[in-house]
């Protein structure tokens, strides 16, 4: 059975910061693409930030320059560290991976809340 446990969400005011982890475990499935998504209430869930395994990262416009993705392969964990925040990064953050770039993840977390304050 494949788990994604994601941490580190919560409530902050704009402008500051929160670290979110997602430590993926279980056998037979693949972590070669990495990612956190977020969805708010009527809306679609959205990408924020990939990594493929010792590839380069892809953030959405909305997170560039505040957010950063990263890996630790040895651990099956992604993070994401979320900076500048501002209310409209307000929603559940969830993590998942998957075998490949371009293709449907096939496996995720739960999800965490972020929710920013003006």
């Known amino acids: 059975q494949v788990q994604l446990v994601e941490s580190g969400g919560g409530l902050v005011q704009a402008g500051g910061s929160l670290r979110l982890s997602c430590a993926a475990s279980?056998?037979?499935?693949?972590?070669?693409?990495m990612g956190w998504y977020r969805q708010v209430p009527g809306k679609q869930r959205e990408l924020v930030a990939i990594?493929?395994?010792?590839?380069?990262?892809n953030y959405a416009d909305s997170v560039k320059g505040r957010f950063t993705i990263s890996r630790d392969n040895a651990k099956n964990t992604v993070y994401l560290q979320m900076n500048s925040l501002k209310p409209e990064d307000t929603a559940v953050y969830y993590c998942?991976?998957?075998?490949?770039?371009?293709?449907?993840?096939?496996?995720w977390g739960q999800g965490t809340q972020v929710t920013v304050s003006s």
């Open positions: 998942a991976t998957g075998p490949y770039l371009n293709r449907p993840m096939t496996f």
């Open positions: 279980g056998s037979g499935f693949s972590t070669n693409v």
């Open positions: 990594i493929p395994r010792g590839g380069i990262p």
